[in-house]
């Protein structure tokens, strides 16, 4: 029996529908492994709700990090351009205040971490949650408060964090541009006058070639396609690349700093109280990952591991901080530039640093940009239809990006503003809420007095650095230039 002629039309329509299916399947997949993102999820979940608009989602268990993955997360964020500013940071404190307050600094930063977690832990169990993000863990705090105007208003407590970690993650974003973009032009401009043999540098006065704002133009387009990526684990390859890039700079600069050094004690032990407050915001700045341990212990296979991956990862961190911070400044002295990179010798090895250490800034900024992302983006697409999802989700990151570069292109000195950044939202972050959260988390069930006083005397302390290190910032930003050139990033005059 002969077999019935297909309809060429039906045949035509089904191959549509196998290619439209295909494709349905290719864009879905593109969404979740690359972008790291479901938008149905976001789109479904309600309107204006907390689960959409800021918490970070747990990952599935193919994106889950494992403790490695998670350790080299937590380096890479911590391990930025502020660490190139400490010898400068200890110049302003001295030879004995500076090592002295930053491992203070380091230990109050570590704790205030550790309250984070125990804060998000507990109340993630009695509101019988997965996750509770930094935001979310202010806000149900000051629900169970004994203040009823707290209660009333706890919601602001939410939207205040969530803004100081949009204002620090895009200002540490900021920050990144301005680094990128300073090395790049001396590399590139200083060529004609690097040589093959290694001398103690003398910074030459030059007139640039390009505009430094035509440099941070030409980091732009890269850095926006970066941020397509959204995944933490597809992040982790180039987080990996990121640290190798910043071992092998460290281990260059710690060479040639460890060498020759002179007789320290011509140094000052005690530097004056104006330019401690300038290493408050520095040493603030610093420590950068305090907004990333969240989002990072959720994202572990095993989040019960994560205090040890913390603890050894921040004491790894402390340790690379003062050991730069001082050798670079009893190398150099009285000559330490804002960023070390400015004092290395002008020879390829040591301009090799620089490109290198601008290498994993470059994949850095992809982390420190995950935060901001994190709050902004679900919300904007869940006031979208599922068509036009990607679409926002894509603009606002290049939107965001764009933000970053204008703010670096209009603002100057590196040093100042991470001091400026560290004092008034870093440290808001790091040591002044983060205290609170604990009084009115444990506050009901009977916290003894001295929890509570040391709870205060840290936040006080945060307070007091957070309003005299922004004072002292924005004056210096404000004097003429030629006041502020030593500290400026750039080697031109």
Known sequence: MASPEKN??????????????????????????????????????????????????????????????????????????????????????????????????GILTVHCMVILLNCSHHLSQRLQKTFVSYGEAMMYSLESCPNTWLRTHSVWGRYTVNFLLIITQLGFCCVYFMFMA????????????????????TIPVLTPLLDIRLYML??????????????????????TLANITTLGSMALIFEYIMQGIPDPRNLP???????????????????????????????MKHPQQFSFVLYLGMSLVIILYICLGTLGYMKF??????????????????????????????FTYALQFYVPAEIIIPFAISQVSESWALFADLSIRTGLVCLTC??????????????????????????????FLEIFTFYPEDMSCITITKDIMISIMGLLGCIFGTYQALYELNQPINHTIANSTGAYA
């Open 8 to 105: 060429p039309q039906e045949t035509s329509s089904r191959l549509l529908q196998t290619l439209a299916l295909s494709c349905r399947h290719l864009c879905a997949s593109f969404k979740t492994s690359l972008l790291g993102r479901d938008y149905s999820n976001d789109l479904n979940s309600e309107n204006g709700s907390t689960s959409s608009s800021e918490s970070v989602h747990p990952a599935r268990e193919a994106d889950q990090l494992s403790m490695m993955r998670t350790l080299t997360h937590l380096l890479k964020c911590n391990i930025g351009t502020g660490l190139l500013g400490l010898p400068l940071a200890m110049k302003n404190a001295g030879l004995l205040v500076g090592p002295l307050s930053l491992l203070a600094i």
């Open 218 to 239: 030409s980091i732009l387009p890269f850095l926006i396609l970066l941020v397509f990526i959204q995944n933490l684990r597809a992040l982790s390859f180039f987080s």
């Open 333 to 362: 002295g009285s000559d330490t530039q804002a960023s070390i990179t400015l004092n290395l010798p002008n020879c390829w090895l040591y301009q090799s640093v620089k490109l290198m250490y601008s290498f994993g800034i470059f």
């Open 406 to 435: 204008i703010s670096a292109i209009l603002i100057p000195h590196l040093d100042l503003i991470i001091s400026l950044v560290g004092s008034v939202s870093s440290s808001a972050l790091a040591l002044i809420i983060p205290p």
């Open 182 to 201: 300073d090395n790049l032009q001396q590399v590139m401009e200083e060529a004609h006058m690097t040589s093959n043999t290694c001398h103690p540098r």
């Open 269 to 299: 032990l005690v530097a004056g109280w104006k330019t401690f407050l300038l290493f408050f915001g520095t040493a603030i700045f610093t420590f950068e990952g305090i907004s990333m341990v969240l989002p990072l212990k959720n994202q």
